[in-house]
């Protein structure tokens, strides 16, 4: 429903554009990159391990898909997957994203810089996310195998959520039909988390999660 109601926005706006702009300044256009990227888990991660020695940042790879309409406005499509190492040393828990969204650009050309022609830009876009956790959890029932170790069980959860992305950055003319790209965006995910052994045991919260990432890419305008 979310994705309906975007493509109706856009498109709408999209119109506005179209009215008074030539032919030569549309067209559509596909990208192919990647960059690194730091997590907020929103305390999920010890909380559920009671592991707070975790690597929070990874890679994130990333296919584009788009149409400009005008020199200052594009319609977007981003598809992103996110790879993270390892929860942490003593939780052997992973972590796998993966984001995709509509979103509707704002551009502003600079045709003489130190860099040459380019063009800076902001975007909004709505879409989906999907999050699978995979290792063990902390059932918050301390030590009851008197081994030294906190007891956890083993624990798979995917979800598929509402995400938001916003983002902009900067994007360099290499020549007619290709473009470098820089940018950096933040990504929402959600996960509504329930699990336990028993009524005492028995834990359910939402947390929202965050992935900033920094990111370049290649451009290809048809």
């Known amino acids: 429903m979310?994705?309906?109601r975007t493509l109706a926005c856009l498109s709408a706006v999209s119109a506005l554009f179209i009215a008074n702009v030539s032919h030569a300044e549309m067209g559509p256009y596909v990208g192919i990159g990647g960059g690194f990227t730091q997590f907020d888990d929103d305390g999920f991660v010890k909380e559920?391990?009671?592991?707070s020695d975790w690597d929070?940042?990874?890679t994130a790879y990333r296919f584009i898909a788009g149409y400009k309409f005008s020199e200052n406005f594009s319609i977007e499509w981003t598809f992103q997957d996110y790879d993270?190492?390892?929860?942490?040393?003593?939780s052997v828990s992973e972590v796998d994203m993966?984001?995709?969204h509509v979103s509707g650009v704002l551009s502003y050309p600079i045709p003489e810089s130190p860099f040459g022609p380019m063009e800076v830009f902001g975007k909004l876009g709505l879409g989906e996310s999907d999050y699978l956790f995979s290792g063990r959890v902390n059932l918050g029932l301390g030590d009851q195998n008197n081994d030294g170790n906190v007891d956890t069980?083993?624990?798979?959860?995917?979800?598929?959520n509402e995400s938001i992305l916003l983002g902009g950055g900067a994007q360099f003319h290499i020549n007619e039909d290709f473009r470098i790209r820089t940018e950096l965006d933040i990504t929402t995910f959600g996960l509504d988390v329930a699990y336990g052994i028993n009524s005492d045991s028995f834990t359910s919260k939402d947390?929202?999660?965050y992935a900033v990432t920094a990111s370049a890419s290649l451009v290809y305008l048809f």
């Not at 559920?48 to 592991?51: A, N």
Request: glycine share 10%.
């Open 84 to 90: 993270y190492n390892e929860y942490g040393v003593d």
């Open 56 to 58: 929070d940042s990874g």
């Open 98 to 100: 993966q984001a995709w």
């Open 48 to 51: 559920s391990t009671g592991d």
């Open 2 to 4: 979310i994705i309906k």
């Open 153 to 160: 069980i083993p624990y798979k959860e995917q979800q598929t």
């Open 207 to 209: 947390y929202q999660f």
